[in-house]
């Protein structure tokens, strides 16, 4: 069965400093996804990556970056010069590859969430 | 940009009785989701809907949790009798193709008193 964990459960910070949310999942596939969401105070999940279990380059977007290594099955998502709009719960998600109909990349695991709250 | 549009966006109902969740994916979508997160917990998958039918659900959705696209641009979610632990706010998905990401709607919280 698919697990993520998400260790961290709440992560305070002062403006500007780099924070860095740790994802650890569990898979048998060989093919799967890893997402990250933000879910601000209004409750909407915003999505921000996906990655595919072939694909461990890094990527960075702006002030994001993530970190995806197959070795220690993390992905780890960096936020650097933290602003007060990045206060959120973020979720690290896993979901096999598409199964009969493709619908099974949409069924996501999620990890149980990481509050962050950065300070002004 | 286009977005999933879930309608109401609280509702509150009393125990035992029937609710109907309401969605509007992405029109050009062509997979639909419900997931559901209980206050300060994770999301939760649900159930899954493609060419008309269910493709996947949870262990969650059982005989009480019902879907439906009626009409080719909403995609309902019914619960027959609610109970007190089906509060929770309840987001639909949707994605227009096998290898895109979902695309969620702002959620409807459900509360059940």
């Known amino acids: 069965a698919q697990k993520v964990t998400q260790a961290q459960t709440e992560i305070s910070v002062v403006e500007k400093e780099d924070v860095t949310l740790d994802c650890v999942y569990e898979t048998r596939d060989t093919t799967y996804y890893l997402f990250w969401y933000k879910q601000p105070p209004s409750g909407e999940l915003v999505f921000l990556i996906r990655?595919?279990?072939?694909?461990?380059q890094n990527e960075i977007s702006g002030r994001y970056s993530w970190n995806f290594q197959k070795s220690t099955s993390s992905f780890n998502f960096t936020i650097t010069a933290s602003q007060v709009v990045d206060s959120a719960v973020y979720f690290c998600?896993?979901?096999?590859?598409?199964?009969?109909?493709?619908?099974?990349?949409?069924?996501?695991?999620f990890g149980q969430g990481t509050i962050l709250t950065v300070h002004p | 940009e286009p977005e999933v549009t879930q309608t109401p966006s609280h509702q509150v109902t009393q125990m035992g009785q029937e609710v109907i969740l309401r969605c509007v994916p992405i029109s050009n979508h062509l997979y639909f989701y419900w997931y559901r997160q209980i206050l300060g917990q994770k999301v939760e998958f649900l159930v899954s809907?493609?060419?008309?039918?269910?493709?996947?659900k949870s262990e969650i959705f059982d005989d009480q949790f019902s879907v439906e696209r009626p009409d080719g641009s909403n995609f309902t979610l019914k619960i027959r009798s609610t109970k007190l632990e089906d509060s929770a706010m309840y987001f639909c998905a949707s994605k227009p193709g096998q290898f895109s990401p979902l695309h969620f709607g702002n959620g409807t919280r459900l509360t059940v008193t």
């Open positions: 998600a896993l979901s096999e590859a598409a199964g009969a109909g493709g619908t099974s990349y949409g069924k996501l695991t």
């Open positions: 990655r595919n279990s072939f694909d461990e």
């Open positions: 809907f493609y060419n008309n039918e269910i493709s996947e």
